[in-house]
């Protein structure tokens, strides 16, 4: 691959193939984060704090995580996530009631509580705006009245993970960083 700024070439070596388990595609991406999809969480959650939108208000609830350790530090917002649908479309869905834990392992997408908020905001008041079907290898997740169809594979770890809207703007900020000036050797 060949630089366009500076006419180097850029070497890539892939890996990991692909974000879903079944997939046989290469993927360079810098900017792709995780999400698991998890049917024992009340809430979506993130460690991230540029995954909200608006403002974050600090609550006074707790998270009970397993081994009965308990999370105080709770923030309460809105989730905006991008990511690819199966047709290859990017989609953004916005959760509203989400938790903001900066000391959370990961990303989690709560299927039950991204419904209950999609209902909450759907125009027709459709209990159905969305919803997440679980299979013995794949889960489905199905939203805006049910056109739009996010499918992600389990993974070696028995676990639905899929991966937020890839990109190269991290790649792109780490080369300007680095960036090496040959006139200047």
Not at 154 to 177: H, P, R, Y
Request: negative net charge; proline residues 4%; hydrophobic residues 40%.
């Amino acid at each position: 691959m060949l630089d366009q700024c500076t006419g180097t070439t850029i070497m890539c070596l892939a890996g990991v193939v692909g974000k879903d388990a079944g997939s046989l595609i290469a993927t360079f991406d810098a900017d792709g984060e995780l999400v698991g999809i998890d049917n024992r969480s009340s809430v979506c959650m993130s460690p991230h704090q540029s995954d909200f939108v608006g403002e974050l208000i600090k609550s006074k609830r707790f998270v009970k995580a397993f081994g009965g350790t308990k999370s105080f530090d709770i923030y309460i917002g809105t989730l905006k996530w991008a990511f690819d649908d199966d047709q290859g479309m990017e989609r953004t869905v916005c959760v509203p009631e989400s938790f903001y834990m900066p000391e959370a392992p990961a990303r989690l997408l709560s299927p039950q509580h991204w419904a209950q908020e999609a209902y909450a905001m759907s125009d027709a008041g459709n209990p159905d705006a969305a919803c997440c079907e679980t299979f013995h290898n794949r889960a489905m997740l199905h939203w805006g009245e049910k056109p739009h169809v996010k499918t992600v594979s389990i993974d070696s770890q028995n676990v639905f993970t899929f991966g937020l809207k890839s990109g190269f703007s991290k790649f792109g900020a780490f080369c300007t960083e680095v960036a090496h000036d040959p006139a200047r050797d």
